[in-house]
């Protein structure tokens, strides 16, 4: 493959007030030249859109830095060194980074880590062998610390950290495994295919009233990847000495106001309830071990990841524009130049 002479990336245009549009964004071309002793050039084949990168797009504090306006934007990608002045990458070497957002990254080669490629779809490591993965991992194991013969609960759970940290669960021994969803085919999903108990969705009615029915006898975990309702309905629900898992809420990304919290926190008092939050960041060196539990998991046919991929760098924008429309199933990936 020839080296390419011109990237194309996206940069952050404006900070948005609310919901992001096309405005927020701009693309630019950037010319590429041969990698400095110590670079390679890696060819992207497969970027990352994640609910995360919402609050980088504003100028707050919190737990990662937010992008500056007029720069490219990164996160997690993979690809293919096309060249090399790096003996440890040699051209051909998939590998993933951090330079998302871009058809090519230019970079030292210690910013870049071999991916081994030859069972799985090198979009796997963005996903169900990446950071999604290792989310649903440790707060099943580490935070909820879910027992055998429990009840939980998974608010979007049809997506790429949701759908994972089920199935975790129910390999974990889990009783019986619930989760939420925003449309009937992803409630099929959830029973159908991943073998979850029950799946609502949760246009159909109130989040309390659904999660009573499919918990008749209240929940033990939840993993919280949506807040609002959802984390109001599960505290209604949870049984003593529960645990919430708070890994997300997106359901409030794009409020421009803070979110109204729960009206019954005291339960959490009166049931003895843990509620922990938790950044995949703080648990990076798990990842090893972790790879090699869900590498087995894959090959067994125990675990199962869907992806949802869009194509080409100028979708890049609608695809992340798409985690809050709900048009994923699974894990939403960008792929770039067909499958390189």
Not at 54 to 64: A, E
Not at 158 to 170: F, K, L, P, Y
Request: proline share 8%.
């Amino acid at each position: 493959m020839p080296t390419p002479t011109v990237s194309r990336e996206i940069h952050l245009a404006v900070r948005p007030l609310g919901s992001p549009g096309p405005d927020t964004f701009s693309r630019v071309d950037r010319p590429i030249s041969d990698p400095a002793p110590g670079e390679v050039v890696v060819a992207n084949t497969y970027l990352s859109v994640d609910p995360y990168m919402r609050g980088r797009m504003d100028d707050v504090p919190s737990y990662i830095p937010p992008w500056p306006v007029g720069a490219p934007l990164d996160g997690a990608a993979v690809g293919v060194v096309v060249a090399s002045a790096a003996p440890a990458l040699p051209v051909g070497t998939a590998v993933e980074h951090q330079l998302s957002w871009r058809e090519v990254a230019v970079g030292p080669a210690e910013s870049f880590a071999p991916i081994d490629v030859d069972d799985v779809s090198p979009s796997a490591y963005l996903g169900v062998l990446g950071a999604p993965g290792l989310t649903a991992w440790v707060g099943i194991n580490d935070v909820a610390r879910v027992e055998r013969g429990e009840t939980v609960f998974v608010s979007g759970a049809a997506g790429a950290v949701g759908s994972v940290a089920g199935q975790i669960a129910r390999l974990k021994g889990a009783g019986r495994v619930i989760g939420s969803a925003g449309s009937r085919e992803k409630v099929a999903y959830l029973r159908d295919e991943l073998g979850f108990d029950a799946a609502f969705d949760y246009h159909d009615g109130p989040v309390d009233e659904q999660l009573a029915a499919a918990a008749p006898g209240g929940i033990d975990v939840f993993f919280d990847n949506v807040g609002g309702d959802h984390l109001e309905a599960a505290i209604g629900a949870i049984n003593l000495h529960g645990r919430l898992a708070l890994c997300g809420a997106i359901s409030g990304h794009n409020d421009p106001e803070p979110t109204p919290g729960p009206s019954n926190l005291f339960d959490l008092i009166v049931r003895r309830v843990r509620a922990e939050g938790f950044l995949v960041l703080d648990h990076l060196d798990r990842m090893p071990t972790f790879r090699a539990q869900a590498s087995r998991w894959l090959r067994d046919g125990d675990l199962i990841a869907r992806e949802t991929v869009v194509d080409g760098l100028d979708a890049m924008p609608d695809a992340f524009f798409g985690l809050y429309r709900g048009d994923n199933i699974g894990k939403m990936v960008v792929r770039l130049g067909g499958n390189r």
